[in-house]
Nanobody
């Protein structure tokens, strides 16, 4: 089972940017569907973005991050990134990356078998 480690979370001011990384331990992430999820205090975990296996097309984004967040994959480094621009206070959450087999994206966290430990993103002035 692929192991994932997130990094890149930080405290940033509104309007700022962060790039989150999701690194695998020896598995090429091109063979997995990779999802980014987030969970804010007192709220349920929600899907933010998804990248299907074997393709950098057909990516999915939560409506309120479209145009601000970009998911991408670096196969040479076994890393999937989430570039987050124009951050807002409501983006504050713990962000998790997750992997599942197959080829199609899903917004359902239960469809993902492997999870990282999470990285905290705080957007505040």
């Amino acid at each position: 089972q692929v192991q994932l480690v997130e990094s890149g979370g930080d405290l940033v001011q509104p309007g700022g940017s962060l790039r989150l990384s999701c690194a695998s331990s020896g598995y090429t992430l091109d063979n997995y569907v990779i999802g980014w999820f987030r969970q804010a205090p007192g709220k349920e975990r929600e899907a933010v973005s998804c990248l299907p296996s074997g393709s950098d097309s057909f990516t999915l984004y939560k409506d309120d991050v479209k145009g601000r967040f970009t998911i991408s994959r670096d196969n040479a480094k076994y890393i999937v990134y989430l570039q987050m621009n124009n951050l807002k206070s409501e983006d504050t959450a713990v962000y998790y990356c997750a992997a599942r087999g197959g080829s199609t994206c899903s917004a359902n966290a239960f469809h993902f078998a492997s999870w990282g430990q999470g990285t905290q993103v705080t957007v505040s002035s």
